[in-house]
């Protein structure tokens, strides 16, 4: 049984930046295409980037220039660097695969507030 573990997120001002991890344990991650989701308060989970076992990376235009999705398959991690955040990136994060979805993590909570 997978199971992800977030981690990273807090308060920041707008203009901030936060780093976000997130750790599998339970299955080798490195063949899949790996991605972050946020799902605001009301609103539908989203997909805000991805990446494939090979480093490419692909991102919502909400998020494009701002954030950056990478990976380090040896500590079955992938991370999400966001800089320049915005009061609307405010939402609880999680990774998953991109594809075939393993149970989901408790994710992270990211608010942006002055």
């Known amino acids: 049984q997978v199971q992800l573990v977030e981690s990273g997120g807090g308060l920041v001002q707008p203009g901030g930046s936060l780093r976000l991890s997130c750790a599998a344990s339970?299955?080798?991650?490195?063949?899949?295409?790996m991605a972050w989701y946020r799902q605001a308060p009301g609103k539908e989970r989203e997909l805000v980037a991805t990446i494939t076992s090979g480093g490419n990376t692909d991102y919502a235009d909400s998020v494009k220039g701002r954030f950056t999705i990478s990976r380090d398959n040896a500590k079955n991690t992938v991370y999400l660097q966001m800089n320049s955040l915005k009061p609307e990136d405010t939402a609880v994060y999680y990774c998953?695969?991109?594809?075939?979805?393993?149970?989901w993590g408790q994710g992270t909570q990211v608010t942006v507030s002055s």
């Open positions: 339970g299955s080798i991650f490195s063949p899949y295409v």
């Open positions: 998953n695969r991109r594809y075939g979805f393993w149970n």
